[in-house]
């Protein structure tokens, strides 16, 4: 099949004709998640604490594997799952820009600064959610997972799972491995061995292992050699 071309039209496709209007509602389907009118007011006051190591597009793509690990985990809260993934990196905006990335850096790392951002994280997230007036009954929930999402070992309730699973699930994406090839000065194939090493084994639900799996495997034979040889 010959590569695909940039498309202008809608008819400018290889079948050569339009079929939009044969698309299903999006409100029909499952996995499409957006952020309601709440988590757009939480997200817009998290922003501005985000800007550091690309932690807003790393948060609100989490939010969208947080999203679809709760179609699959009905039980869980996600009025603690969502807010919680949107807040959990607010806390790096307090520690020094230039020993940001010393607190993840391989060979390295500074477990003293993850502690601070998870602390750092909570009061802002606090602060935050108080400005909003999110509901009392799971602002505490939101806090204990954001102090202590990367830094504890265990998981407290199903809602810390898929938060700190969606956080951790991340790196495996394209967005994740862009990511982290810009942060260590690495080629694709090795963030991935290093993205997959922090993933792999640290995941809680079965429904993250099996998307973390995919989304590796998938990254590792776009990079394989048959791949390369198409062209």
């Known amino acids: 099949m010959a590569g695909m071309s940039h498309v202008t039209r809608a008819a400018d496709n290889q079948l050569g004709r339009d079929v939009s209007a044969y698309l299903p509602e999006r409100a029909a389907l499952r996995g499409l998640p957006e952020l309601d009118a709440v988590q757009q007011r939480i997200w817009e006051l998290?922003?501005?604490?985000?800007?550091?190591?690309?932690?807003?597009?790393h948060s609100l793509y989490a939010f969208g594997i947080a999203a679809a690990?709760?179609?699959?985990?009905?039980?869980?809260?996600?009025?603690?799952?969502?807010?919680?993934?949107?807040?959990?990196?607010?806390?790096?905006?307090?520690?020094?820009?230039d020993e940001v990335l010393e607190a993840i850096a391989p060979g390295g790392g500074r477990p003293d600064l993850v502690l601070l951002h998870e602390k750092e994280g909570a009061r802002l997230a606090g602060e935050i959610l108080a400005e909003v007036g999110y509901p009392g009954a799971h602002v505490g929930r939101i806090l204990e997972i954001i102090d202590g999402h990367d830094?504890?070992?265990?998981?407290?309730?199903?809602?810390?799972?898929?938060?700190?699973?969606?956080?951790?699930?991340?790196?495996?994406?394209?967005?994740?491995?862009?990511?982290?090839?810009?942060?260590?000065?690495?080629?694709?194939?090795?963030?991935?061995?290093?993205?997959?090493s922090r993933v792999h084994g640290h995941l809680f639900t079965d429904e993250a292992r099996a998307l973390a799996m995919g989304l590796t495997a998938l990254e590792s034979l776009a990079g394989s050699a048959q791949v390369g040889a198409l062209g």
């Open 151 to 196: 830094s504890r070992r265990e998981s407290l309730s199903i809602e810390d799972s898929i938060v700190k699973d969606a956080d951790k699930t991340w790196r495996v994406t394209p967005s994740g491995l862009d990511t982290i090839m810009g942060w260590f000065g690495l080629e694709r194939p090795e963030a991935l061995r290093l993205a997959a």
């Open 46 to 57: 998290a922003a501005p604490h985000l800007r550091v190591r690309g932690n807003d597009r």
């Open 69 to 97: 690990l709760l179609e699959l985990h009905p039980e869980a809260e996600a009025g603690v799952v969502l807010p919680a993934i949107l807040l959990h990196d607010v806390g790096w905006s307090r520690v020094p820009e």
